[in-house]
């Protein structure tokens, strides 16, 4: 089982939508990284969440971490083609630094 | 962001030989790298904790044996995979652990191995 539920799995939306994606969690986390991948590519940090409660924008993208520390979602408005790609969310748990994946949302978004 | 670097990018193998991917951290000293695997479409499957000056710790199921890893330095740590079999083609990234106050992981490019 996964400590970190991420969902949906997959996305396929049109241009100009909204979407959000959620990892969920029973466990505290004291920090929650979210990654973009594209093919062929090592992950991208995109944000490090770290205070419960706490709410990150960068530029179309909002990221929330839940009061608790267990779970926390990603926003997008309006997506555009060049969003499409492979998003993880990754918690750690203590200092020795391991993350937890979720199994990651692939998005696709149509022109 | 930092910079973690891997090498080399892609490599094609006979089944039988062994293969050795470099990580490195280029812009600060890493303690602490992680091995991963991915398949496609899939997430990012921690195979060990490489440990600067000591000996790695493994993910259960992960063969130590098969997967040598050494961190000899804090900016270097290596991967060798060794009697590759076709069965072990996957991309393989590493990551380094920045401890700074948000312990953020940078990842680096990965590495393409398949193996005939």
């Known amino acids: 089982t996964q400590l970190l539920e991420q969902s949906p799995q997959f996305l396929s939306i049109q241009e100009g939508e909204n979407l959000t994606v959620y990892c969920n969690s029973s466990?505290?986390?004291?920090?929650l990284q979210w990654y973009r991948q594209e093919p062929g590519e090592g992950p991208v940090l995109l944000v490090t969440v770290v205070t419960g409660g706490e709410v990150k924008k960068l530029k179309r993208l909002t990221f929330q971490f839940g009061d608790a520390r267990k779970d926390s979602s990603l926003h997008i408005t309006a997506a555009q083609p060049g969003d499409t790609g492979l998003y993880l969310c990754?918690?750690?748990?203590?200092?020795?630094?391991?993350?937890?994946f979720g199994r990651g949302t692939q998005l696709t978004v149509w022109p | 962001g930092a910079v973690v670097s891997q090498h080399p990018s892609r490599v094609i193998c006979k089944s039988g030989t062994s293969v050795k991917i470099e990580c490195r951290s280029l812009?600060?000293?890493?303690?602490?790298m992680f091995w991963y695997r991915q398949f496609p479409k899939q997430s990012l499957m921690l195979m060990a904790t490489s440990n600067e000056g000591s000996k790695a710790t493994y993910e259960q199921g992960v063969e130590k044996d098969k997967f040598l890893i050494n961190h000899a330095s804090l900016t270097l740590s290596t991967l060798t995979v060794t009697s590759a079999h076709p069965e072990d083609s996957s991309f393989y990234i590493c990551s380094a652990l920045d401890q700074g106050a948000t312990e953020t992981q940078y990842f680096g490019p990965g590495t393409r191995l398949l193996v005939l």
């Open positions: 812009d600060f000293q890493a303690t602490t």
């Open positions: 466990s505290v986390f004291s920090s």
């Open positions: 990754a918690g750690v748990r203590s200092t020795l630094g391991r993350l937890y």
